[in-house]
């Protein structure tokens, strides 16, 4: 599986983006899918995570209510939708596809190469 974000970019604090993570390869559906992020200096950490079918997602704290994911199957696509976003989001984000996703550790899956989110205040 080979995964490829996009959509990051340089937004004012308060604004909104869509990520996309899309991955190739027929397995797609057979992974649960997540969202980490990493900024300078800091530790990659986890920010939200869907299981292989769907659902509600699991969220870190720091974006509940705020960022939501979702993913479509059949466009082997996953997507994070940021809103209200703050400087203290900036940070590189990298999606991740592995058999199962939690929040308290770095799974060992397939990575992306990460995007880049930079919010101005």
């Known amino acids: 599986v080979q995964l490829v974000e996009s959509g990051g970019g340089l937004v004012q604090a308060g604004g909104s983006l869509r990520l996309s993570c899309t991955a190739s390869?027929?397995?797609?559906?057979?992974?649960?899918m997540g969202w980490f992020r990493q900024a300078p200096g800091k530790e990659r950490e986890f920010v939200a995570a869907i299981n292989w079918g769907g659902g509600s997602g699991v969220y870190a704290d720091s974006v509940k209510g705020r960022f939501t994911v979702s993913r479509d199957n059949a466009k082997n696509t996953m997507y994070l939708q940021m809103n209200n976003l703050s400087p203290e989001d900036t940070a590189v984000y990298y999606c991740?596809?592995?058999?199962?996703?939690?929040?308290?550790?770095?799974?060992?899956?397939?990575w992306g190469q990460g995007t880049q989110v930079t919010v101005s205040s």
């Open positions: 991740v596809a592995d058999w199962h996703i939690a929040p308290d550790r770095i799974p060992d899956g397939y």
């Open positions: 390869g027929p397995t797609f559906s057979n992974y649960a």
